[in-house]
T-cell receptor, first 115, second 110 residues
Framework: DTAVSQTPKYLVTQMGNDKSIKCEQN?????MYWYKQDSKKFLKIMFS???????INETVPNRFSPKSPDKAHLNLHINSLELGDSAVYFC??????????????FGEGSRLTVL | GEDVEQSLFLSVREGDSSVINCTYT??????LYWYKQEPGAGLQLLTY???NMDMKQDQRLTVLLNKKDKHLSLRIADTQTGDSAIYFC??????????WGAGTKLIIKP
């Protein structure tokens, strides 16, 4: 009964390949996010989706494309992988309204290594 | 632009208190947060404080908020080895985007 689950947990691939990371949340939240955490542990927001609509798109290369088939899923597809894409990618979700405190719920992360 | 700053490392002896500090430039955030990230894991909310409060206590955790100085701190009493982690300060920015600090790595010495 994991709240936010993402797969795969580890991904090792060659430069130039295309890969996808999947994320699912069972919390009934309206908003989902993709974050990138680099080797220095800095967190950078990449995308945010609210009810399947993109509401934030930070300045990430267009090789990265989020896809949200429904509000419980937010997948991340990366084309033409580069060495600098090596990082841990976190999916997160948050709810709105009522007594909601704006807390983000994170997945366990997907560690991408590009060789 | 909006920014959240915190020091990168803090080293304390087991049993002592840890105080992790955070400053922010400008926030209309209703809540301010402390998240904890253990090695190899995702972030988890540790505690939060409502912006109209000065202090919040939760067992070994004490959060202090000084809105005049835009300063937020997290005190962990009786620090244990299980408290070893990276602690992130965060607040909502004006564009509904969560602004994160760089994270403070808490190192526990025996």
């Amino acid at each position: 009964d994991t709240a936010v689950s993402q797969t795969p947990k580890y991904l090792v691939t060659q430069m130039g390949n295309d890969k996808s990371i999947k994320c699912e949340q069972n919390l009934g939240h309206d908003t989902m996010y993709w974050y990138k955490q680099d080797s220095k542990k800095f967190l950078k927001i990449m995308f945010s989706y609210n009810n399947k609509e993109l509401i934030i798109n930070e300045t990430v290369p267009n090789r990265f494309s989020p896809k949200s088939p429904d509000k419980a899923h937010l997948n991340l597809h990366i084309n033409s992988l580069e060495l600098g894409d090596s990082a841990v990618y976190f999916c997160a979700s948050s709810g709105t309204g009522g007594r909601n405190t704006g807390e983000l719920f994170f997945g366990e992360g997907s560690r991408l290594t590009v060789l | 632009g909006e920014d959240v700053e915190q020091s990168l490392f803090l080293s304390v002896r087991e049993g002592d208190s840890s105080v992790i500090n955070c400053t922010y430039t400008d926030s209309s955030s209703t809540y301010l947060y402390w998240y904890k990230q253990e090695p190899g894991a995702g972030l988890q909310l540790l505690t939060y404080i409502f912006s109209n409060m000065d202090m919040k206590q939760d067992q070994r955790l004490t959060v202090l908020l000084n809105k005049k100085d835009k300063h937020l701190s997290l005190r962990i009493a009786d620090t244990q080895t299980g408290d070893s982690a990276i602690y992130f300060c965060a607040a909502w920015g004006s564009n509904y985007q969560l602004i994160w600090g760089a994270g403070t790595k808490l190192i526990i010495k025996p």
